[in-house]
C-alpha cells in the first residue's frame, strides 16, 4: 500500500501541472477565477474532459452543508484475520465537524466527536473518556484515529474532492490511463503534498485517496465503490433515485494495510439542520476525562 520511490518518481517526472489556486478553494465567492495550467502527458489524456470532471466534483462537494448517514461497518485486523460486522451512525457538516457512533448491534463500542477542533472520544466498554484536539491526533502518525482526523470530515469520505482548505495547487499525472491528482499545501517555503486522488476513466469520482501527514508520510488510504449516481427525476424508473452522487462503500486502510474501517452506506441523508450540541460526546456520570496528547505520547493503543 505504500508507495514505492520508483512510483513516486514516475509520478513526479511526468508530472502535468494544473494550478487551480483560486479555482477550488474560491468556489463560494463569486469573483473567484481559476488559473489553470496543463500539458499533455499522454495520449489517454483529455485535458477538457478532466477539467469538466473536477468542475462537477467541486461543486457537488459545495452542494451538501451537512450530512446524516446510517452506516453498515466491517472492521478488519488482518494481522489476526479476523473481521468485526458492526454498525453505526455518522453526523457532518461543512466545518469539519463530525460525530461517529460505532455499535456492535445496540452495545456501544465507540463514540467519537470533532468538533471546533476538538475531539472527544468516548470507549464506553473500556470506560475510558479522552479530550484533546484535532491537532494532537494529526501530530500521532503512527495512532490508528490519525487518518480520520486527517481525513474523516463529512466531505472527505462522502464527498471526496481533490482540495483542501489550505490547498495551494493541484499536480496531475495520468497512471494506466486514469488521472492521479495531487493536492499540494504552501505552509512554509517549501510545498507539500497532503492528498493524492485517483479519479474514475468514466465518471467524475474519487475512486482512491492516499493521505499523506504533517511530515508527508503516508498515513493511509480511503477507497471509494459502488457510487450511487445522481438520477434527478428518475422517479419511480430508478430502484434508488438520488439527486447527488456519492460512494456506497468507503474502506480506510492505515498505512500498514493491517487494518482497515469499512463503511457502507444505508441511507444517507443531506443539508438536513444538525445541532452542534449533537455534534459533541457526552461525559459519562462519573468518568474521569483523561487528556488526549497525553495519551497519544505513550505510543500505546487508545483501545488497550
Not at 129 to 142: C, W
Not at 173 to 179: S, T, Y
Not at 189 to 214: G, N, P
Not at 220 to 226: L, P, V
Amino acid at each position: 500500500m505504500i508507495p514505492d520511490s520508483n512510483r513516486i518518481a514516475r509520478r513526479w517526472v511526468c508530472a502535468v501541472a494544473l494550478a487551480c489556486v483560486a479555482g477550488a478553494a474560491g468556489v463560494h465567492a463569486s469573483t473567484a477565477e481559476a488559473s489553470t495550467s496543463a500539458e499533455v502527458a499522454a495520449p489517454q489524456y483529455d485535458r477538457e474532459k478532466l477539467l469538466k470532471s473536477l468542475d462537477e466534483i467541486d461543486s457537488r462537494r459545495l452542494s451538501v452543508e451537512t450530512l446524516v448517514a446510517r452506516l453498515d461497518i466491517v472492521l478488519r485486523d488482518k494481522n489476526k484475520d479476523k473481521e468485526h460486522a458492526l454498525n453505526g451512525a455518522y453526523l457532518g457538516d461543512k466545518d469539519g465537524n463530525l460525530r461517529l457512533r460505532i455499535k456492535h448491534q445496540e452495545t456501544l463500542l465507540l463514540d467519537m466527536a470533532f468538533h471546533e477542533g476538538s475531539v472527544d472520544l468516548l470507549l464506553p466498554r473500556k470506560r475510558r473518556y479522552f479530550r484533546g484536539s484535532v491537532e494532537d491526533l494529526k501530530k500521532a502518525g503512527g495512532n490508528e484515529l490519525a487518518l480520520l482526523a486527517h481525513a474523516g470530515t463529512a466531505h472527505d469520505l462522502f464527498f471526496p474532492r481533490p482540495w483542501t482548505e489550505t490547498a495551494f495547487e493541484r499536480r496531475v499525472v495520468i497512471e494506466n490511463g486514469k488521472p492521479v491528482v495531487s493536492v499540494l499545501e504552501m505552509p512554509g517555503v517549501f510545498k507539500r503534498r497532503v492528498r493524492s486522488y485517483q479519479l474514475s476513466s468514466e465518471h467524475a469520482v474519487a475512486t482512491r485517496a492516499d493521505i499523506f501527514d504533517l511530515q508527508s508520510q503516508f498515513l493511509g488510504a480511503i477507497r471509494f465503490e459502488d457510487y450511487r449516481f445522481k438520477t434527478p427525476g428518475a422517479g419511480e424508473a430508478a430502484e434508488r433515485p438520488t439527486d447527488l452522487t456519492y460512494p456506497g462503500r468507503v474502506t480506510l486502510a492505515t498505512a500498514s494495510d493491517k487494518q482497515e474501517l469499512q463503511l457502507d452506506v444505508q441511507e444517507l441523508i443531506p443539508n438536513v439542520p444538525i445541532p452542534l450540541e449533537k455534534l459533541r460526546v457526552p461525559v459519562p456520570e462519573g468518568m474521569q476525562i483523561r487528556d488526549l496528547a497525553e495519551a497519544l505520547q505513550t505510543g500505546q493503543s487508545l483501545w488497550e
